[in-house]
């Protein structure tokens, strides 16, 4: 069959039909297109005629289904302004909105949270991990304060501790010649005298101050605050003493002790902040972003990590560090060029 034939049949079945419906009027040859859809319905509901006159039967019960929907409109409306339920629920750190969940839903979980937790602050949750450190550190100073104005029946000296393990600064000189030549455990021994040192010499400035200033709030907290990078920093000379520090860690140690011996505070404070904090486009410790491989992923390694991130210990003593940086930079001035945050000295 050609293309010509197949049209005509087309064109005759659409004739028939049309003709079938009984729209075209006398002695025209056009219809309404109107016209053929009211007759297509009236043939569909003779079609389906129970189902129509159900319909028509039965209206009561569409218009009570109707009624019903606003009553239950209005008791799940909730009593409270959806901006008042957003900001309770930020206070309590909890979401403004599961997912699938209505704002009378929101509303319901709101007010059992508040009945649950009647005690819960609102003034925010702002950066609670830094806001607990600090609280540690305030009450551990706060410990040391008082119990060097109370001490055991009030006779406590307002000296500091102090150990001595035979250092000098010939010593150090030397030293400084052989840090960093590739040998981890001697690397180890030169940074736990130093450190150690550091510390001895930084106590026995403390002890040389008058004893009116000793007794002050001021000098009272400046003898809290080195008890306090002791107690830090012995977890640290336990590792560097058994040589169980982590290689990533040593390596920035010995970068830093070696500036600080140097008496190149600047770039010493620069490895410290690698360190703490990190260089690395993704710093919390994420190595492998996909399954395909990336331009900067060779730059992921572990000694881009911050490792002040890892854990509680190793916080404390990374920030007891940075105190002896300070230190140091008292002991051994230098010139203001390769200083941190330089201070003229009393003359």
């Known amino acids: 069959m050609d293309f010509k034939a ?20 006398p002695n025209k040859k056009y219809f309404k297109r109107g016209d053929l ?18 319909t028509i039967r039965y209206p009561e019960i569409k218009k009570e289904t109707k009624t019903d929907t606003p009553e239950q409109t209005e008791e799940k409306t909730p009593q409270m302004l959806r901006k008042e339920v957003i900001r309770r629920l930020r206070d309590r750190n909890e979401p403004i909105r599961l997912f699938g969940e209505s704002d009378y839903e929101c509303y319901l979980r709101l007010k059992k949270l508040e009945t649950d937790e009647p005690d819960a602050r609102e003034e925010g949750f702002r950066n ?16 040391m304060v008082e ?19 035979g250092t000098t600064v010939e010593d150090i000189q030397t030293m400084k010649e052989e840090i960093g030549k590739g040998d981890s455990e001697k690397n180890c021994d030169i940074i736990l005298r130093f450190l150690k040192y550091l510390l001895k010499m930084w106590g026995q400035n403390l002890n040389q101050r008058p004893e ?8 009272k907290e400046a003898s809290a605050i080195h008890t306090q990078t002791v107690s830090y920093l012995k ?8 040589k169980t520090i982590d290689e990533d860690i ?31 486009p993704w710093p919390i ?9 990336r331009t900067g992923r060779e730059k992921i390694s572990s000694r881009h990590i911050a490792h002040v991130l890892n854990d509680e210990t190793q916080r404390k003593y990374i920030q007891a560090l940075k105190r002896l940086m300070t230190q140091c930079q008292k002991i051994f001035p230098t010139d203001p060029s390769f200083s941190v945050n330089y201070e003229r000295p009393n003359s």
């Open 6 to 25: 197949l049209l005509q049949a087309e064109i005759n079945r659409k004739r028939q039909k049309i003709e079938s419906k009984d729209v075209l009027a």
């Open 37 to 54: 859809a009211a007759k297509e319905e009236e043939d569909y509901w003779k079609r389906h005629k129970r189902v129509h006159d159900d």
């Open 128 to 143: 609670e991990f830094k806001a607990a450190m600090d609280k540690v550190d305030e009450d551990y100073l706060k410990e």
């Open 147 to 165: 119990a060097a104005t109370s001490g055991e029946g009030g006779k406590r000296s307002n000296d500091v501790s102090i150990k001595d393990d």
């Open 212 to 219: 009116e200033e000793k007794r002050t709030l001021k000098g």
């Open 235 to 242: 977890p640290l000379f336990r590792k560097l003493k058994h």
């Open 250 to 280: 040593l390596d920035a140690m010995v970068i830093i002790v070696y500036h600080l011996m140097h008496r190149d505070y600047l770039k010493a404070n620069d490895a410290y902040l690698e360190m703490a904090i990190g260089n690395s």
């Open 285 to 293: 410790g994420v190595t492998m972003v996909g399954i395909h491989a």
